[in-house]
């Protein structure tokens, strides 16, 4: 499969505890974004990559979220010190800059903080 | 930043019937306009796009128009048919630096 893969796929983890995510684009994109989905929500924006730079990242978020993109090819968000309020699916999408602009997005990791 | 607005949150419509769903954006500097279909429990995937020196597009049954002036745009469905059941998002962007941003989502039922 040459589409966008995540791990875990899932992930229940404890109030306090950090966990990371990893999104591997499909190989030939030089953009990679990660974005927040709950039920019933459109996909909410939380950064994105060109090549290794991180050129844009969300007003909203939390300090307790980072992401990489170290050698412009896969990428890790992690959470520091999660809240039940992280709960959520994290969806990771890569794109080729200047053509199309389609967004391709991977399957989610989907994250259960207890 | 870019805010997008989507209506209605939830549409039944009998199959056969058209459905139109409408989104409004903020971002003057926006140019490209997406539609994606995310059926239950799989990942968004593209249904049609729009950029802003276009002001309507057709693909098969669904249709996409952009007024720029009044910043709004909107998807049609015609002939509507129960694999149409889906959530649809609309988005908004300036491909040249900004990220995607996505409405809330426009839960589709088409009922036979």
């Known amino acids: 499969d040459t589409g966008v893969s995540q791990d875990p796929r899932h992930k229940i983890t404890k109030r306090g505890q950090n966990v990371t995510f990893r999104c591997d684009p499909i190989s030939e994109h030089n953009r990679l974004y990660w974005y927040r989905q709950t039920l019933g929500q459109g996909p909410e924006f939380l950064t994105y990559?060109?090549?290794?730079?991180?050129?844009?990242k969300s007003r909203l978020l939390s300090d307790r979220f980072s992401a990489e993109r170290p050698k412009g090819s896969f990428s890790t968000l992690e959470i520091q010190r999660t809240e039940q309020g992280d709960s959520a699916m994290y969806l990771c999408?890569?794109?080729?800059?200047?053509?199309?602009?389609?967004?391709?997005f991977g399957e989610g990791s989907r994250l259960t903080v207890l | 930043g870019e805010n997008v607005e989507q209506h209605p949150s939830t549409l039944s419509v009998q199959e056969g019937d058209s459905a139109v769903i409408k989104c409004t954006y903020s971002d003057s500097a926006s140019n490209y306009f997406p539609w994606y279909k995310q059926e239950l429990g799989k990942r968004p995937q593209l249904i049609i796009d729009i950029r802003s020196n276009v002001g309507e597009k057709k693909d098969q049954r669904i249709a996409v128009t952009l007024n720029k002036t009044a910043k709004h745009f909107s998807l049609h469905i015609t002939e509507t048919q129960p694999e149409d059941s889906a959530v649809y998002f609309c988005a908004a962007s300036n491909q040249a630096g900004t990220a995607l941003i996505f409405g809330k989502g426009t839960t589709l039922s088409v009922s036979s």
């Open positions: 990559f060109q090549n290794e730079a991180q050129l844009e």
């Open positions: 999408a890569s794109s080729l800059a200047f053509t199309s602009g389609e967004l391709f």
